[in-house]
């Protein structure tokens, strides 16, 4: 708080008269540009176009050179004439080639978000999976057959299927509270990759507008409004691989549009017992410019999802030959899981500055997996296969007011204050010991479960020549309830939690190309409500304190250069197993590591780009030796080389590298690193695009997910610990012909 008043104490004496500039961008057929960055060079100012490429500067003076930029367009110069600040001006931004040239270190704690987008504009995503592989330091693994959420890795985290980092599709929560599989767990198959415009992430826990699970950071990916040209796309491969693309431009004019998609994928993996995996995605979306400054869209999509599933195979059925590295223990495994989502977004120019979205969305979920981890550890008879099942209704909304004009005495700033809801109604939240997936043997947890968790936030941005200063507030409320349906008597379980959560960054830009950072907040991570209520609303949101220093630089027009180091310390928390139904307590954590990453174009065919990260993850109250956690990666790698379209042809390839890491807590089972490269061409003659998607080129053996499990085989006298995996991808090819007309 002392650091908080003194840096505000000190933006308040260098305040001084201000002028403020209004305008639009646009491109160069009138359209607006939304998200547009404006800087001011002289002042340090800085802001964005909205929706309707509308944007307020203030503290704007004759002579102020201003740099409008991007991605996609030129960059453009303006030297303010005393016209300017009378009327607003029109800015035409030309269409360019992507480049890094185009980005401008202004004044935001999300940069990263805008220089990655060059990575995927360079390198377009093929599954919403590799869009989460854009982000530096962000790992996933899939390891139930192609249909179940991946596990992600971040910070040192095993954040499981989605403990610790916050997941959303324009805004959209994909993260399931108290899930019949496991807290957090989030599923993005129901995003068609072709639909996908950019992502929007931070990492840590700095951000007013994050709530639930952002502790090692969020993600949310954005789609297209709109679409230029219609598009079919056919691909098939290796392993019996089938996917079928098509978007439909229903209508573009002057105020509206709307198109829809689909896909269909079909697959059976390398597994020697077939996936039988299949997934549709359709998804229409209708957007429109209304009358008095409106934008509406509209967003409707429809996800179903069935697989088999090998699952996770002990490495010692391997080394004895039992099985090969593709064969399994229990390929009864799968599931099969849907999403219906409804989706209304409305936002309003207030004028003066001022602006007002509103988001709201209901979905309808259903899940049903079947896993089989110990084998005949429990059940030597029948085995140990088990069915985690929900139906559930999903919706919320949120309403956010925008003010780049605001005003204290004397001081003008900028302010951002929303509110909203989300509730979570979880119909037969079921963990059973099935067998065969038909059989029913006992039921060991079932019931219903009702979360609600409204929140406020206001974040504020004071400018004080090269310095930005950005204090937050967020509190939420959380109502849990569970009824325990195995009871014999009515069982209705009820428990209340708020959580506060401050946030303080304070930004430095020295010069239009440097950037450096202090972010400092607190955010935590709800539990499961079957945790909540169990330890009778004890340490149930378990805080976080985080604090990030680093720099981005820019020395040259065509390279950036970015750092961190940070810390993040979590409180005691507690666990629900949602396979086992069983409660583990967990103590206090801190991960302290260094991140570095690298971007270099030096022609526009060619852009290369590269990420290291270095992090150190212990529990604080175990002894040294068996403070180790489970799974969290200390040192990873990614990066690639990307080349743009030349003489018809593009490519590139993709390296990821993630080293040893624990299995356990004493450190004596360890979870092989590994070293994987992707590789795709592509060829584009008039409308038509050939293509060639080469997963693992050089052929590795490579465990996707790995998990120190006991276990215990059918001939086995006594159980075993050790490691059980899920095999990498060997060597997949696969061909691509898609046509835009």
């Given amino acids: 708080m002392k650091y908080f008043m003194a840096v505000l104490l000190l933006f308040l004496v260098s305040q001084g008269a201000a002028q403020t500039l209004k305008g639009q961008v646009v491109d160069a057929s009138g359209t607006p540009l939304e998200d547009a960055g404006i800087l001011n060079l002289t002042s340090g100012q800085h802001n964005h176009s909205d929706a309707n490429g509308k944007f307020v500067l203030e503290r704007t003076s004759v002579n102020d050179t201003l740099y409008f930029s991007r991605l996609g367009y030129a960059t453009l110069t303006q030297v303010i004439r005393p016209s300017d600040l009378t009327s607003p001006m029109t800015i035409v931004l030309q269409e360019s080639t992507i480049a890094l040239d185009q980005v401008v270190l202004v004044s935001k704690t999300d940069l990263m978000s805008s220089i990655v987008d060059v990575d995927i504009e360079t390198n377009p995503v093929k599954s919403p999976q590799e869009i989460l592989r854009k982000v530096p330091g962000l790992f996933i693994g899939q390891h139930a057959g192609g249909g179940k959420a991946e596990q992600i890795f971040l910070r040192g985290f095993d954040v499981d299927h989605g403990t610790d980092v916050a997941l959303s599709v324009d805004g959209m929560p994909v993260n399931m509270v108290s899930h019949a599989h496991g807290q957090g767990y989030a599923d993005l198959h129901f995003v068609i990759p072709e639909t996908i415009e950019n992502i929007n992430f931070g990492k840590g826990l700095y951000y007013s507008d994050q709530g639930n699970f952002n502790t090692a950071g969020y993600v949310d990916l954005r789609l297209r409004k709109s679409i230029d040209k219609n598009l079919m796309s056919v691909e098939l491969g290796q392993f019996n691989t089938r996917r079928f693309v098509g978007m439909l431009n229903l209508m573009d004019n002057t105020h509206s549009s709307s198109y829809i998609a689909s896909e269909l994928n079909l697959t059976d993996g390398p597994f020697e017992s077939p996936q039988n995996f299949n997934r549709i995605n359709l998804m229409g979306r209708y957007h429109s410019v209304l009358p008095n400054n409106q934008e509406l869209l509209l967003t409707a999509s429809y996800f179903s999802s069935k697989w088999d599933a090998s699952g996770q195979i002990p490495q010692r ?194 010069t239009a190309n440097t950037q450096i950072f202090l972010k400092t907040g607190i955010g935590f991570h709800a539990n499961d409500t079957r945790v909540v209520v169990a330890n009778d609303g004890k340490d149930i949101l378990p805080k976080a304190y985080g604090v990030d220093i680093g720099a981005v630089i820019k020395p040259a027009d065509k390279l950036i250069l970015n750092a961190t180091l940070w810390s993040l310390f979590l409180e005691q928390e507690f666990v629900y197993v949602g396979d086992a139904a069983i409660v583990e307590p967990s103590g206090k954590t801190r991960r302290m590591g260094v991140e570095i990453g690298a971007r270099y174009q030096p022609k526009d065919w060619l852009y290369l780009y590269t990420d290291a990260n270095f992090t150190h993850a212990r529990s604080t109250e175990a002894p040294s030796g068996a403070d180790y956690i489970p799974l969290a990666p200390d040192f990873t790698m990614n990066g690639g080389i990307s080349l743009g379209k030349d003489q018809g042809f593009s490519g590139g390839i993709q390296y990821r590298f993630i080293d040893d890491r624990p299995a356990n807590e004493d450190n004596s089972i360890v979870a092989e690193g590994y070293f994987v490269t992707d590789a795709n061409l592509n060829y584009t003659l008039n409308q038509w695009t050939f293509g060639l998607i080469v997963e693992n080129l050089f052929d590795t053996d490579w465990n996707e997910a790995q998990f120190a499990t006991e276990s215990r085989l059918f001939n086995e006298p006594n159980a075993v610990e050790e490691i059980h995996f899920t095999p990498g991808t060997p060597f997949y090819l696969r061909g691509k012909v898609s046509v835009r007309l």
């Fill in 317 to 510: 059925a391997v080394d004895q030959g039992l099985i090969s590295r593709f064969g399994a223990i229990d390929d009864t495994e799968g599931g099969q899981t849907s999403r219906s989502n409804l989706v209304l977004d409305h936002s309003k120019d207030l004028g003066d500055g001022k602006s007002l979205k509103t988001m709201a969305f209901v979905s309808q979920y259903d899940f049903e997996l079947y896993s089989n981890f110990t084998f005949f550890l429990d059940d030597p008879v029948n085995g140990d296969q088990i069915r985690q099942k929900e139906d559930r209704l999903l919706l919320g909304a949120k309403t956010v007011l925008h003010n780049e004009m605001a005003q204290l005495g004397t001081v003008n700033f900028e302010y951002t204050a929303g509110l909203g809801f989300r509730y979570d109604n979880v119909d037969d939240n079921e963990l059973s010991h099935t067998k065969n997936r038909q059989e029913l043997l006992e039921r060991l947890a079932y019931g219903d479960v009702d979360e609600v968790n409204t929140y406020i936030f206001a974040e504020a941005t004071f400018s004080s020549g090269k310095f930005t200063f950005e204090p937050a507030l967020r509190l939420d409320y959380f109502k849990f309830d569970y009824i325990n349906k195995l009871s014999e008597l009515y069982d209705s379980q009820s428990e209340e939690k708020v959580a506060f959560s401050p946030k303080f960054n304070t930004i430095y830009n020295p």
